[in-house]
């Protein structure tokens, strides 16, 4: 390595006294401009050191130093990390794209409740100090048909409360098949384990019977757990125990039952492609103690963890000390209880929530959309091989893993690139597009893809296709 290159590099404070940073401290501020001055130098260092000396001059180097580079440099700074992108992957329930987008009126609620203060836990009618999940409380009873309800985070933070509540030191039955692995590694075993229970898994993998409950209940018995398998599905020489036996065998021994549903259908929503799934209502119909599920998932609400249940068992799990630590604030609230009220009172309006809407989009109107996108398309660059095709969607979230949504993309055939270079510059674009690949072709599924984000989309696809 030539170190003349290296000493050729200029120090911050020499970059700092070039007339031309003046109007770049004006635009971004000092802290910004010597930051990226910062950026831009050890950048350039990197670069030097890692190709060598050949074909550099100092020069050169000290010439691509320049106010170009260092509001380049500002620009990439001061970009915020999580920004929105265009989902056409046509899976619904994304959990690496934030899972479920909001409904308007709960994006104003959050916003309103973000902007100032709010009635969080005030009691304005009394003038004392309130509880918060009194805001979505009376909610989800009406909507669940439950005699009692409460909400943390997210569904693991229900299901870790509810075994730390009712079975810390003592056992919990579950069926071996349901012993299920969710989203980033997290198995219901090792939450069992956080919480203290001790785990009695009965049955086979593939079939459980309701004499090996039975067998397995003990004085030391606190719960009969049931986990809906969302992501998977066993087949063939199967065999299961329906909710309602397990709830008869938890009476008759007083145990409570509780079920782990993970996404959390709901009835009512009218929603074809989930009508084989399990709701909740049903669940607790069958005399569940405590149901748990997703909000952020087909519910269509922010993240959080519902519970929805007897009045004594949510009771136990509002007054453990872990509910705190594992609480919604102010801002998922605002969103949730919209969601809510959307299904208790308007139920009318639920295609105005985005995750019903995507799974209640007819196959005819999908078509339509992406002929016209076609259409818009080469328009604009008439050269573009693209084209509507049919082909199938995905529910997401670890719902309904065999279920496939007939659905309609746009086609992109981008001879000169590829289209693994074609999915990297849409990927990396401005706005982001997160496409997919199928026979050697990028495919934009416009099930997923907002009415509002097509012309945005547009822009996006004409950009990666004319670099």
């Known amino acids: ?39 831009v130098i050890a950048a350039r260092r990197a670069v030097l050191l890692a190709q060598g000396s050949s074909g550099n001059s100092t020069a050169g180097i000290v010439g691509e130093l320049d106010c170009a580079a260092v509001m380049a440099a500002v620009e990439q700074l001061s970009a915020a990390s999580l920004r929105p992108l265009i989902n056409a992957t046509g899976i619904i329930v994304h959990t690496n794209l934030g899972r479920a987008p909001l409904c308007e009126t709960a994006l104003d609620a959050v916003v309103c409740t973000a902007r100032g203060y709010s009635n969080l836990e005030f009691d304005s009618e009394r003038g004392s100090r309130g509880h918060r999940i009194a805001h979505i409380a009376d909610c989800v009873r009406q909507l669940c048909g439950a005699e009692a309800a409460f909400a943390v985070n997210n569904n693991a933070a229900a299901v870790l409360l509810c075994l730390s509540a009712l079975a810390h030191g003592r056992d919990v039955i579950v069926s071996r098949g349901e012993l299920v692995e969710i989203g980033g590694s997290f198995r219901i075993p090792d939450i069992m384990q956080q919480s203290g229970a001790r785990l009695i898994e009965v049955g086979t993998t593939n079939r459980t019977h309701l004499r090996d409950y039975r067998r397995a209940i003990s004085a030391s018995s606190a719960l009969i757990f049931k986990a809906h398998t969302s992501n998977y599905r066993i087949v063939g020489f199967t065999a299961g125990v329906a909710l309602e036996e397990l709830v008869a065998l938890g009476r008759e021994n007083g145990i409570p039952v509780a079920y782990d549903m993970g996404s959390g259908c709901m009835a009512g929503a009218g929603i074809a492609a989930l009508r084989d799934e399990p709701t909740v209502q049903d669940a607790l119909a ?24 007897r009045r004594e068992c949510v009771a136990a799990l509002e007054n453990h000390p872990l509910a705190r630590a594992l609480r919604l604030d102010k801002m998922a609230l605002a969103a949730l209880e919209q969601t809510l009220r959307m299904y208790v009172y308007t139920p009318e309006r639920l295609d105005e929530v985005p995750v019903v809407r995507m799974l209640r989009a007819a196959p005819e109107d999908l078509r339509r959309r992406a002929r016209s996108f076609v259409r818009r398309l080469k328009a604009a660059l008439p050269a573009c091989g693209a084209r509507a095709v049919q082909d199938v969607s995905q529910v997401g979230g670890g719902a309904c893993p065999l279920r496939e949504l007939p659905t309609w993309a746009v086609e992109l055939d981008s001879v000169d690139m590829g289209a693994p270079e074609l999915e990297r510059r849409l990927r990396q674009g401005r706005p982001a597009v997160v496409a997919r690949i199928k026979n050697d072709r990028i495919l934009l599924d416009m099930r997923t893809v907002a009415p509002h984000e097509t012309a945005q989309l547009l822009k996006a696809v004409r950009a990666a296709l004319a670099l």
């Open 1 to 39: 390595m030539n170190e003349a290159l290296l000493r050729a590099l200029p120090s911050v404070d020499e970059m700092l006294r070039q007339p031309w940073m003046q109007d770049v401290i004006r635009a971004a501020g000092r802290s910004l401009a010597v930051r990226a001055v910062q950026h």
């Open 286 to 309: 069958a005399g569940a103690d405590l149901v748990m599920f997703s909000a952020d998932k087909l519910l269509g609400g922010p993240q959080a963890g519902l519970i929805a249940g």
